[in-house]
């Protein structure tokens, strides 16, 4: 299994990454959250730095958590869980479930993002819950990594949900190493704002050389 960063593909249906050995995904704990994928990326068996970043890693990098990026969304689910095709960051495709979609509203203005679930139920149990969420913004590319974050949630009982900007992170690929296959967003998951939550781009060895 790949790691780190992975981690939350399998927990979250991706299953092309690794897995922690205790994880936060899905929380809404965002202190503990970055405390975590800290923690993993100090780990060599699951980070996914290149060995330069690795021996001098100090930390991720992140906005300042803003609670206007923590909105409430509201869930419609996806009656008959239609297959959603989803290109990879090395050409392939994977096909996740489209368990269904998000409505929310950031400063007065309404979005939606697909909530995916992967084909194949994951092996652990706590990861059959969870909903992946990749979407890219308007920092992409910029302040953010080009190729777009996730996000993990737990499925809701009803049909409202918690949509918290400040836990997206960044997949494997955004730190260098060109071992991993993510999942990139589909132009349905494009967000025309600005999201300044979670983690920012990651300047990896390789780009300043």
């Known amino acids: ?16 990454c690794g897995a922690a050995q205790e994880t936060e995904y899905g929380t809404n704990d965002v202190r503990r959250f970055r405390e975590m994928r800290d923690r993993d990326f100090r780990n060599a068996s699951l980070s996914p730095l290149l060995r330069e970043d690795f021996i001098n890693f100090k930390g991720l990098l992140y906005f300042a958590e803003d609670e206007k990026f923590a ?14 095709t989803v290109p990879t960051s090395v050409g392939t495709s ?3 479930l489209k368990y269904g979609v998000l409505k929310f509203e950031i400063e007065g203005k309404s979005y ?3 909530a995916f679930q992967p ?16 979407f890219r913004d308007r920092t992409s590319g910029k302040e953010t990594y080009g190729a777009g974050r996730y996000m993990d949630i737990k499925a809701p009982t009803g049909d409202e949900v918690t949509l918290n900007f400040n836990l997206a992170y960044n997949p ?15 132009k349905e998951n494009f967000l025309q704002v600005e999201i300044k939550a979670g983690e920012k781009a990651f300047p990896y ?5």
């Open 1 to 16: 299994m790949k790691q780190a960063f992975s981690t939350i593909l399998i927990l979250f249906a991706l299953a092309i």
């Open 71 to 84: 909105v409430k969304a509201k869930l419609e689910r996806t009656a008959d869980k239609q297959i959603f």
């Open 94 to 96: 994977r096909r996740y």
């Open 112 to 114: 939606t993002l697909i």
């Open 119 to 134: 084909e194949s139920a994951p092996k652990k149990e706590e990861y059959r819950s969870l909903l992946f969420i990749p």
């Open 172 to 186: 494997s690929c955004a730190y260098g190493s060109e071992k991993y296959s993510c999942p990139l967003p589909p």
């Open 205 to 209: 060895a390789a780009q300043k050389r």
